[in-house]
């Protein structure tokens, strides 16, 4: 069952639509509307493409870390 805030595993496309690796995901809440669509985010480790102002790095030092099922710092891309 998903629910908002959890970490599942996505398959995102790359910026040259190539296939990558599958990075994780963050199933971020329901959007608005009658159907059951989700919003999702990418999570990633490659923290130095964090764009400030814009992404929210997600750091070992921050208080919800240990419960956020992350094992290293990364980045979150909002979508």
């Given amino acids: ?10 398959q995102f496309p790359q910026a ?4 990558g ?3 994780s995901g963050a199933a971020s809440g329901t959007s608005p509307g009658r ?3 989700w919003l999702a985010c ?9 764009v400030e102002g814009f992404d929210e790095v997600v750091a070992e030092a921050d ?8 094992k ?8």
Wanted: aromatic share 4%.
């Fill in 35 to 37: 159907f059951d669509d």
């Fill in 1 to 10: 069952m998903k629910q908002s805030g959890q970490i599942a595993i996505l």
């Fill in 63 to 70: 208080g919800d870390f240990a419960s956020s099922g992350l």
């Fill in 42 to 50: 990418m999570i990633s480790t490659q923290v130095h493409q964090a």
């Fill in 72 to 79: 290293t710092v990364s980045v979150i891309r909002r979508g």
């Fill in 21 to 23: 690796e599958a990075p």
């Fill in 16 to 19: 040259d639509l190539a296939r």
